[in-house]
C-alpha cells in the first residue's frame, strides 16, 4: 500500500477505503480511517504521529489495522504547538476518565481529541473528520459517560472546555440556562 503517492483530497475516500481492507471490525475503525486520510492529505491540525508519538501510532495501527505497514503512510510533518496549550493535561484527564474500557486504543484516541482541541476550527474539523456525526461517533464509541452528558447537543470543543470550567467550579456564562444565552447558536448551532 503506498500512502505517500496520495496527498490531495481527492484521494481521501481511496485512502479511507485501502486503510479499511485492514480493519481489525473495532467500533472506532471508521472514524480513525478519516482522521488519517485527512492527515495524510494535509487536512486537520494533527501533528507527527498524530502527537502519539511514533511508538503510540504504531500501537494505534496495530489495534484498529494489522497488518498495515506504517512506514507506507506520508508523516506529514507538523509539530504540536504544546506552547498555547496549557490545558492538555486537564483535557486528558477529562477524557481518560470517561473512556468506555472497551481498548487500549481508547486512551490514545483521547491523546488524538487532546492533540486536535489546539486548532481553530470546529473539534471534528481540526481532527480532520468527514463530518460532526463521525466527532459525535467517536465520542460515543470512546468516551460513552461524556458523550451522554452531551445531551443538548453542545459543539464538542465548547462541551469539553465548559467540562474543565464546571469541573474548577468556574462558571463563566452569565445567563441562567444556554436556552436564554445570546451566544446560543454559537455553542449549539450547526457546523457544517
Keep these: 500500500m503506498n500512502m505517500q503517492a496520495m496527498t490531495t483530497n481527492s484521494d481521501l475516500e481511496e485512502i479511507h477505503a485501502q486503510l479499511m481492507t485492514y480493519s481489525k471490525g473495532h467500533d472506532s475503525d471508521h472514524v480513525l480511517a478519516c482522521i488519517l486520510s485527512s492527515w495524510l492529505t494535509g487536512a486537520g491540525v494533527l501533528p507527527d504521529w498524530l502527537g502519539l508519538g511514533r511508538d503510540g501510532f504504531v500501537e494505534l495501527l496495530a489495534i484498529h489495522f494489522p497488518g498495515l505497514d506504517y512506514h507506507s503512510l506520508l508523516n506529514p510533518g507538523r509539530e504540536l504547538d ?34 486536535a482541541c489546539q486548532g481553530q476550527d470546529h473539534l471534528w474539523q481540526d481532527l480532520g473528520l468527514w463530518s460532526r456525526k463521525d466527532l459525535s461517533a467517536l465520542m460515543a464509541q470512546n468516551f460513552p459517560a461524556l458523550a451522554a452528558r452531551n445531551d ?36 449549539f448551532g450547526p457546523e457544517d
Design 152 to 187: 443538548k447537543d453542545m459543539k464538542w470543543k465548547k462541551f469539553l472546555y465548559k467540562q474543565l470550567c464546571v469541573a474548577e467550579g468556574i462558571y463563566t456564562c452569565r445567563a441562567p440556562s444556554c436556552e436564554v444565552c445570546a451566544d446560543y447558536q454559537a455553542c
Design 82 to 115: 504544546v506552547e498555547r496549550f496549557d490545558e492538555r493535561s486537564e483535557l486528558l484527564q477529562l477524557l481518560t476518565g470517561n473512556c468506555g474500557d472497551k481498548s487500549k486504543s481508547e486512551a490514545l484516541m483521547a491523546r488524538i481529541v487532546v492533540n
